[in-house]
C-alpha cells in the first residue's frame, strides 16, 4: 500500500504543479504548455529511478512515456524511453535486446497514432496489451517459474489492471485540466472582445458629437459674413482637435504594454517635477515635495510610470480652485513593508461620489476637451505593474490619489 501511494504522488503531484502554474501564467503568449508537460514528464521518470527502493515500480514508470505518446511529443518520448530503457537494463538487469524490442513495438504504435489510424482509446488498450505480455514475461523471468501459475497469474492481472486505470486517470486528470484552462482562457478572450466592442461603440458615439458640431457650423457658416467666418472657424477647429486627441488617447489606450526593468523611482519622479516645475509656478501653484533623497529600485516600465505621474499632475493642475486664494499641489511617497506608494494630492474643485465612483472609465470625464481615456489608461499601466490606483475626493475640498506598486 505504502508503495501504491509513492508511485500515485510520483504520477500526480508533477502533473498538478504543472496545471497550477499553467493556470497561473495563461495569460503569457510566450509560455510554452507543451515544454512544461514536457519537463514534467521527464522529472517524473527520473523520480521513478530515483527513488525505485520507495516506489517498486516496473510498469507504472511507462504511464509519463504513455502520455507523451497521447500528446503526440516526439522528442520527449524519444528521451523518455531511453531513460526507461536505461532504468530497466542497469537497475532490474533486463535483456538490451528484450528492451528495444517492446518499445519498438511503443514507438510503431505511436507512429500508427500520429497518422490519426488509432483513436485514443485504441492507443491505450494496445500499449496495455503490449505491456500485459511483456509483463507476463517479466514476471515469469523474475520468478523463474518458482511460483505457481495462479499466483502469476493473479500478479499479473492486479498490476495491469493498477496500470490501466492509472493511465486513464492521469491522463484524464490532464486532460480535464487543460480543457478548464482553455475554457477560462476562450471566457477571457471573450469578455475582452465585448470590452473592446463597447468601447468602440463609446468612441463612435463621443466622435459622433463633435462632428456633428462642426456639421453644424459649417451649415450656419456664410462666406460673404466675416464675422461669422472668424467666430465658427476657431470652434470648428477646436471640435476637430478633439477628435484627434480622443483618437490618439484611445490608439494609445488599445496598444498598451509595458517592458519592466529597474528603475530608481525617487529619480524618475524628481525628473517628472523638474519638467513640471517652471509650469506650475508660472500658473501660481506651490507645489510640496516630500521625496527621500536616497535610491530605491523597482521593476516598472520607466516611460509609461512617467506617463502616469505627469497624468496626474496635470489632473491636479486642471482641478485647481482659482477662487480658493492659494494653489496647492503635494507630492509624497511612502515606503511600506511589501509596497511604494505615490501620493499626490491637490486642493481643488473635488468629485462629488458619482463623478469619483466613475473615475477610471472608459471614456468618463466632466471637462469639456477631455477623452476620459487618460485616467482609463493610468489604471491599466498600474494594473499590469502589479499595482493599484485610488482616488479620494471631496467636492470644494480637493482630491487625493494613491498609487501603491509592489517591491
Known amino acids: 500500500m505504502v508503495y501504491l501511494i509513492f508511485n500515485i504522488s510520483f504520477l500526480f503531484l508533477p502533473i498538478s504543479i504543472y496545471l497550477l502554474n499553467l493556470c497561473y501564467i495563461n495569460n503569457y503568449k510566450t509560455y510554452n504548455s507543451k515544454l512544461g508537460l514536457s519537463l514534467i514528464l521527464i522529472f517524473e521518470v527520473i523520480l521513478f529511478i530515483i527513488f525505485k527502493d520507495y516506489t517498486k515500480s516496473l510498469i507504472l514508470i511507462n504511464i509519463p512515456l504513455l502520455i507523451a505518446y497521447l500528446k503526440k511529443m516526439e522528442l520527449t518520448s524519444f528521451i523518455l524511453t531511453i531513460l526507461i530503457g536505461f532504468y530497466y537494463c542497469f537497475s532490474f538487469n533486463y535483456n538490451p535486446f528484450f528492451i528495444f524490442f517492446e518499445y519498438t513495438l511503443y514507438y510503431c504504435l505511436f507512429l500508427i497514432f500520429i497518422k490519426r489510424i488509432l483513436k485514443v482509446n485504441a492507443l491505450i488498450d494496445i500499449f496495455i496489451f503490449i505491456k500485459s505480455i511483456t509483463l507476463t514475461m517479466e514476471v515469469i523471468y523474475f520468478n523463474n517459474n518458482t511460483l505457481p501459475f495462479i499466483n502469476n497469474f493473479l500478479d499479473i492481472l492486479v498490476k495491469m489492471l493498477i496500470?490501466?486505470?492509472?493511465?486513464?486517470?492521469?491522463?484524464?486528470?490532464?486532460?480535464?485540466?487543460?480543457?478548464i484552462m482553455n475554457l477560462n482562457t476562450a471566457?477571457?478572450?471573450?469578455?475582452?472582445?465585448?470590452?473592446?466592442?463597447?468601447?468602440?461603440?463609446?468612441l463612435t458615439h463621443e466622435i459622433k458629437n463633435p462632428i456633428a458640431v462642426c456639421k453644424g457650423y459649417l451649415d450656419m457658416l456664410d462666406l460673404n459674413d466675416k464675422k461669422k467666418i472668424l467666430k465658427y472657424i476657431p470652434i470648428i477647429k477646436g471640435e476637430i482637435?478633439?477628435?484627434?486627441?480622443?483618437?490618439?488617447?484611445?490608439?494609445?489606450?488599445?496598444?498598451?504594454?509595458?517592458?519592466?526593468?529597474?528603475?530608481?523611482?525617487?529619480?524618475?519622479?524628481?525628473?517628472?517635477?523638474?519638467?513640471?516645475?517652471?509650469?506650475?509656478?508660472?500658473?501660481?501653484?506651490?507645489?510640496?515635495?516630500?521625496?527621500p533623497d536616497d535610491e530605491?529600485?523597482?521593476?516598472?516600465?520607466?516611460?509609461?510610470?512617467?506617463?502616469?505621474?505627469?497624468?496626474?499632475?496635470?489632473?491636479?493642475?486642471?482641478?485647481?480652485?482659482l477662487?480658493?486664494?492659494?494653489?496647492?499641489?503635494?507630492?509624497?511617497?511612502?515606503?511600506?513593508?511589501?509596497?511604494?506608494?505615490?501620493?499626490?494630492?491637490?486642493?481643488?474643485?473635488?468629485?462629488?461620489?458619482?463623478?469619483?465612483?466613475?473615475?477610471?472609465?472608459?471614456?468618463?470625464?466632466?471637462?469639456?476637451?477631455?477623452?476620459?481615456?487618460?485616467?482609463?489608461?493610468?489604471k491599466e499601466i498600474i494594473e499590469l505593474h502589479g499595482g493599484k490606483i485610488k482616488y479620494y475626493s471631496t467636492l470644494g475640498v480637493g482630491t487625493k490619489v494613491i498609487i501603491t506598486l509592489p517591491l
Request: aromatic share 10%.
Open 241 to 291: 482637435e478633439r477628435t484627434l486627441t480622443m483618437m490618439d488617447d484611445y490608439l494609445e489606450y488599445t496598444k498598451l504594454s509595458i517592458e519592466k526593468d529597474e528603475v530608481d523611482i525617487y529619480m524618475l519622479l524628481e525628473e517628472v517635477i523638474n519638467s513640471l516645475e517652471l509650469f506650475f509656478r508660472e500658473n501660481k501653484i506651490k507645489l510640496e515635495i516630500n521625496i
Open 323 to 378: 477662487n480658493k486664494g492659494e494653489m496647492v499641489i503635494k507630492i509624497e511617497t511612502k515606503l511600506l513593508k511589501n509596497n511604494f506608494q505615490i501620493i499626490i494630492e491637490d486642493n481643488g474643485i473635488g468629485m462629488d461620489n458619482e463623478t469619483l465612483n466613475n473615475v477610471g472609465n472608459l471614456f468618463f470625464t466632466t471637462k469639456r476637451n477631455g477623452t476620459g481615456l487618460g485616467t482609463s489608461l493610468s
Open 163 to 179: 496500470f490501466y486505470g492509472s493511465s486513464y486517470l492521469v491522463f484524464m486528470f490532464l486532460l480535464r485540466g487543460e480543457e
Open 187 to 202: 471566457i477571457r478572450e471573450l469578455e475582452k472582445e465585448k470590452v473592446l466592442r463597447t468601447s468602440l461603440f463609446k
Open 296 to 321: 530605491l529600485y523597482l521593476m516598472v516600465d520607466y516611460n509609461r510610470i512617467k506617463q502616469v505621474i505627469v497624468n496626474l499632475l496635470k489632473n491636479a493642475h486642471e482641478a485647481i480652485d
